[in-house]
């Protein structure tokens, strides 16, 4: 496959040798959603998925040289930064990607610790440091353990970190105990307002408005019972909804409509089969018409081709 016509992403991360995390799982995660992923090395890491012996930190100003070669013949739109060796060189990476990709989407997903329990952050201080760098990004992945040690619910400096405004914050549910992985996702809305919306791994994107809430959730200490809580006080009809149920009660998710042809209606004309993408709507002449919901990709395109009103979306 030609990359020069994929989406291009850049990681800047370590090298896990077992692939488990890094630089090589991020490259296989980009290559899976179509992305052609580059790399920037932060760290020569010695481990395999049991232990983790050494992290190696590659000095500074070979990362940069690093991405300043990239530079040279691509302009990525999308930056991802994983582990780096303290809030110095982080501010220094971020810093560089500004002044060489300035239109870069800049996300940071904070690695304190390896899987294997090697900590490569401990102190408070080190915390503090990392969190007033959170705005210099557009968008923090952690998970509950990083979420906690950053103190981004407790921290001191919480009053003037504005998450969701200064940038957005996606709390990863991952490294949960229940059957369940819920992110939630804190964001600026398009006029400003503050959002919140669950993803989960089932229903890869819940963006239902109904689910929207105020990020006043993130200035506690949340844990993952607090998390649950939140769910079921303010939206937990609306969740068990798309993810049971799969039906959207405010109609607002459009992947969550079932598009259906009134057989009473349809008179078999065929326009709306003619008009449908993917062949999902089947049927005689002069005889009612029905769409293979298997099929139906939910594009909407029959909705106002049929002279009969006879598709309805429910
Ligand atoms: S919604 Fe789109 S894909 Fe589904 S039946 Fe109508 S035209 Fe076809
Ligand atoms: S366009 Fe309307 S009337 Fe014609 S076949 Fe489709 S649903 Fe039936």
């Known amino acids: 496959m030609k990359h020069e016509n994929l ?9 896990d040798g077992s692939a488990g995390a890094g630089l090589l799982a991020d490259v296989k995660a980009m290559e899976f959603f179509g992305v052609y992923g580059q790399a ?12 983790f012996v ?3 930190w590659v000095a500074v100003e070979q990362i940069e040289k690093q991405l300043e070669v990239l530079a040279k013949v691509r302009d990525f739109k999308a930056v991802k930064i994983g582990l780096v060796e303290n809030a110095f060189v982080l501010r220094k990476i971020i810093r560089k990607i500004r002044e060489l990709f300035p239109r870069a989407f800049l ?6 610790a390896s899987s294997s329990g090697f900590a490569f952050f401990k102190s ?4 503090d440091e990392l969190l007033s760098i959170l705005p210099e990004l557009d968008l923090v992945t952690p998970n509950q353990n990083e979420f906690n040690f950053l103190g981004i619910g407790v921290s001191a400096s919480r009053d003037e970190l504005n998450v969701g405004k200064d940038f957005s914050l996606l709390l990863k549910g991952g490294h949960g105990s229940g ?19 669950l993803i989960d791994f089932e229903y890869a994107a819940m963006q239902c408005p109904a689910a929207d809430i ?9 844990n993952e019972s607090e998390v649950d809580a ?11 909804a798309h993810i049971y149920d799969k039906k959207c009660p405010a109609g607002a998710c459009q992947k969550l409509k079932t598009i259906v042809i009134d057989e009473e209606l349809c008179k078999g004309c065929s326009k709306c089969a003619r008009n449908c993408p993917v062949n999902a709507i089947k049927g005689e002449i002069k005889k009612p018409y029905k769409i293979d919901q298997s099929l139906c990709i939910k594009c909407g395109a029959c909705l106002s081709s049929c002279p009969f009103k006879a598709i309805k979306e429910v």
Not at 107 to 112: K, L, R, S, T
């Open 214 to 222: 105020a990020y006043f959730c993130v200035f506690s200490d949340l």
């Open 124 to 127: 408070q201080e080190e915390a």
């Open 107 to 112: 996300v940071w997903d904070p690695i304190v």
């Open 179 to 197: 059957e369940e992985s819920v992110d939630i996702l804190f964001y600026k809305g398009e006029n400003g307002e503050d959002k919140c919306i």
């Open 230 to 240: 939140i769910i079921k006080k303010y939206f937990e009809d609306e969740y068990r």
């Open 40 to 51: 920037v090395c932060t760290a020569l890491t010695v481990q395999n998925e049991n232990e």
């Open 54 to 56: 050494s992290p190696n």
């Open 7 to 15: 989406t291009l992403a850049l990681t800047i991360a370590g090298f």
